[in-house]
């Protein structure tokens, strides 16, 4: 069982002690760029992981002229169109998974030189467990690249001479570092870890893959980021490898021309990702994927004290969520009916005053969490819930990087959606889920006046406070290394001449 995103707990046997036997469908997208393909491939010709568990897929995404395969591939390699109806990374690489048949699927640009234990690196955690979602170590260089042959490109990885003779003008970006290290171990932000997986090189499942949807075809950019947020969301767990290395030729567009990608990528990515920092900045509206689900119990209730929570709801922050109401909605039924001494009256003013508002629907007996919602509040028939009981809670699940927040003396409840996936995925009944979710992401809670309409709202933690931490974590440290100079100067100048208050020799 691995606690939020510890996988430090799981233990991986050690590269070339093992015997697998799982079969591994390496899709690897491509427009264009023939000379750098054939490279790649010459690399993942000199695996070590078995030929026979090893297929690899090239999707020509509209090519111009068409790619080809290069006589030095591995033994198992098709090239294939993309499917007609779209482009772009996300849709070829969609394209080359249906085409593919390996129960374990890993991603790989077309421009990448691997080392010999690349795939074997990834392929023995899934053999593990089947919710992990592995990195690999990517690192970039800049070209030119005109010296490199792909028999030449073979014969260094086949003698382990690549690391030697090109690492060394590789680097890593800082922001995956930094990322890496925010979210590793025990304590790491385990929320934010979906932020560390890039379309450069990983490995999922495929049966896992499916349940969460498979890449979206849709996307051009930023397809990765939003696949790997879907995986946090059914309880994936990130690992990121450093024996599965790879060298990018050449460096992304996000180091060259970072502004620009973002822009270009922000709007479907923040309509998909609910986490995304830019997002939560932005101003009151809908979005596709919601914030959070907030369950409202209505039943027994009168319309005035239901209407009154929900307009709070929808009119406070988050604005972004979907509000379900559960009730008898049946009774308000299109029959004749008493206007005023109607029995189920308050449930037809409820379901006629919210018909029309987007935010919210309906529901009259068990419902389908949202999948892609971080989290889901759920309120009890008549607790008068405050409009800023969602910010505060959430806030508390973050800062103490719990999966479920529960209301001190009996309240509203919130579960995050990851903690409460990853339970499942554990085999936890409905009976044992809270304590399953206990162990793998941990329990907080809220005081009840700081949830409930009565109380005052206490004022959220920003939405960057990890980040704030950290960098005041950073600057202390910084002063606590500038005072022991200090200190260490002192006692250097002051030694053999202290006496009172006079440095002897000294002005």
Sequence with gaps: MVRRNDHTVLDPPALGEWSPVLGVSVVVPAFGGQEKLDLTLASLAAQGYPSSLTEVVVVDDGSAPALRLPELRPENTRLVPALPGGWGPGHAVHSGVLASEG????????????????????MRWHHLADYLAVLGDTVFEEGPFHDLTPEGVRRMVLAAE????????????????????????????????????????????????????????????????????????????????????????????????????????????????????????????????????????TRGQGYDGVAAVVDGLLGGAPADIEVVLSGEWSKAGPGRHGMLDDPDLDVRLLKEYYRCEPRVRFCEGGFEPHPDAPFRLLVPAGFPVAPHALAVMAG?????????????????????????????????????????????????????????ATGEAPEPPPSDWDRRLKKALRKAERAEEEADRWERRIRALTRGRWTGLTLWGTR
């Design 162 to 297: 690549w690391p030697r003779r090109r690492r060394e003008n590789a680097a890593r970006p800082a922001w995956i570092a930094e990322l890496l290290e925010a979210v590793a171990g025990p304590a790491g932000a385990a929320h934010r870890a979906w932020e560390v997986f890039t379309g450069a090189s990983f490995s999922v499942r495929r049966a896992f893959l499916e349940e969460a949807g498979g890449i979206d075809p849709a996307l051009s950019l930023g397809e990765d980021s939003e696949l790997g947020y879907r995986l946090a969301q059914r309880g994936a767990v990130f690992v990121p490898d450093p024996e599965a290395v790879g060298q990018h030729l050449g460096v992304p567009a996000t180091e060259h021309d970072g502004p620009r990608v973002l822009r270009a990528s922000r709007p479907a990515k923040e309509d998909r990702i609910p986490l995304m920092w830019s997002r939560r900045q932005a101003a009151w509206r809908s979005w596709r994927v919601p914030y959070a689900q907030i369950a409202v119990d």
């Design 396 to 452: 508390i699940a973050d800062r103490e990087r719990a999966g479920l927040v529960l209301t001190r003396g009996g309240g509203p409840r919130l579960e995050r959606t990851s903690a409460f996936a990853r339970a499942r995925l554990l085999g936890a009944s409905p009976e044992d889920l809270d304590a399953v979710v206990a162990d793998v992401w941990g329990t907080a809670e809220a005081d009840r006046d700081a949830v409930a």
């Design 103 to 122: 129960e374990v699927v890993l991603r790989l640009d077309a421009d990448m030189v691997v080392f010999r234990d690349h795939l074997e690196a990834q």
